[in-house]
């Protein structure tokens, strides 16, 4: 162990076998706080009180694991326009669209059972709202903060619902890789995780900003 610190993304919590490997390496694991995004004044993603340090009270009072940065709330402005950065950028989109295709972890990330499977996890995957969103044609729907903050105003049915839902795991995916990077940079941290799919992405975000910064993959079998 010889580095000093480095943040988990994207998520708040994450394997146990991931933790033990950052902790081989790193004299510090930071995490985030659940990201609760408020879209608009009735719209925003639900946040947990659950943290890393409820499971590793030890760790937490060596000052191994670091926690508490808070995420949630309104999107600032500076993170909106990030955000509509990797939403602009094509090989982004065309990162993410791949991800929601292919990747299972990617889609239970985003997704709750029902949006996969469907309510009885019988009928044909097109029905479901992540069969529906795989469509190609939302890869390359122009989309911005400001457009899905408006959806999000209306009562939507149909297709608009669709654009809808896949703006918010566009919006979501970004917002996370956006505060990591902003959050690692302001307390000097290495950047880790163990998601292929969000380090693809991440790794696009840093090319596209030229930020240097330590950045790895953690990868054990995770599915």
Not at 69 to 81: E, T
Not at 120 to 147: C, I, M, W, Y
Not at 173 to 188: G, I, K, N, R
């Amino acid at each position: 162990m010889t580095r000093s610190g480095v943040i988990f993304y994207p998520f708040h919590l994450c394997h146990e076998r991931t933790l033990q490997r950052l902790l081989e390496q790193y004299q510090q694991v930071h995490f985030r706080d659940y990201m609760a995004i408020q879209i608009s004044l009735f719209c925003g993603t639900m946040a947990f009180p659950d943290r890393m340090g409820d499971s590793f009270p030890d760790l937490l009072a060596s000052k191994r694991l670091v926690q508490g940065y808070n995420v949630s709330g309104p999107l600032k402005p500076d993170i909106c326009i990030a955000v509509d950065c990797d939403l602009t950028d094509s090989t982004w989109r065309g990162l993410f669209h791949r991800a929601l295709v292919e990747n299972r972890r990617f889609q239970r990330g985003l997704f709750d059972g029902t949006d996969i499977t469907g309510p009885h996890n019988d009928g044909p995957a097109e029905q479901t709202l992540l069969g529906r969103l795989k469509e190609v044609s939302f890869e390359t729907t122009p989309l911005t903060v400001a457009g899905i903050r408006q959806l999000s105003r209306r009562r939507l049915i149909g297709r608009e619902a669709d654009l809808f839902d896949y703006g918010l795991a566009l919006l979501k995916t970004s917002a996370s890789l956006v505060y990591t990077l902003q959050l690692a940079t302001a307390e000097q941290l290495a950047v880790a995780t163990d998601s292929r799919a969000h380090f693809t992405l991440l790794t696009r975000l840093i090319e596209r900003m030229g930020v240097t910064i330590e950045h790895e993959l953690i990868e054990h079998g995770l599915s």
